[in-house]
Structure formats: structure tokens, C-alpha cells
């Protein structure tokens, strides 16, 4: 049985790190600014990689806390509950 790695610890970290630095600190789900996390566009149990472009800002310890009321709903399931945000994938916050 091939189970993937818990996502967390050092790697996890720079690749918050990185998406937040990338993209911003507006949440993907709701719009609003202060992200403190990144979240799997495609859900980690669903598939998603660990990787940098499936990662956006989200509200994770502060805030509406996004990321927990998401859980595993894809961004389709996650817009008819909540009919948000506007378009995807949002691009990076700043000029490079």
C-alpha cells in the first residue's frame, strides 16, 4: 500500500512560506487579506500534490479560518456551498 507523507514539518513550512510570498496575503476562498496558510486547490485527498502551483493563501489560525470549513470540498463543491470566490486561480499578488 502506497500511503503519501503527512503534509507538515520544514517542507510544508517553505512551501507556505513560498505561496504566501508568491501570491499574497488574500485568501483564495473568501477574498479577504491576512492569510496566514496555504491551501491544496486540489485537495491533498483527492490527489493533490504537494507542490507550489497547487498551493493559494487561505485563512488557516485567524480569520474566518477557510481552510478548516473547506476540508476536502473541491473549489466547485466549495463555490455552490458558499458562492465564492471569483476567478480561479487567482494570479500572483505582485509584479516579478
Avoid: F
Avoid at 513560498?18 to 496566514?36: F, K, Q
Wanted: proline share 10%.
Amino acid at each position: 500500500m502506497n500511503r503519501r507523507s503527512k503534509w507538515g514539518g520544514r517542507p510544508a513550512a517553505r512551501l507556505i512560506a513560498a505561496a504566501l510570498a508568491l501570491y499574497g496575503d488574500r485568501c483564495h476562498l473568501c477574498g479577504g487579506s491576512g492569510a496566514d496558510s496555504a491551501d491544496h486547490v486540489i485537495p491533498r485527498s483527492r490527489g493533490g500534490p504537494d507542490t507550489l502551483d497547487n498551493l493559494r493563501p487561505v485563512h488557516h489560525r485567524r480569520g474566518p479560518r477557510c481552510n478548516l470549513r473547506r476540508r476536502s470540498m473541491t473549489m466547485q463543491e466549495w463555490r455552490d456551498r458558499y458562492g465564492r470566490p471569483g476567478p480561479d486561480p487567482l494570479p500572483p499578488s505582485r509584479q516579478w
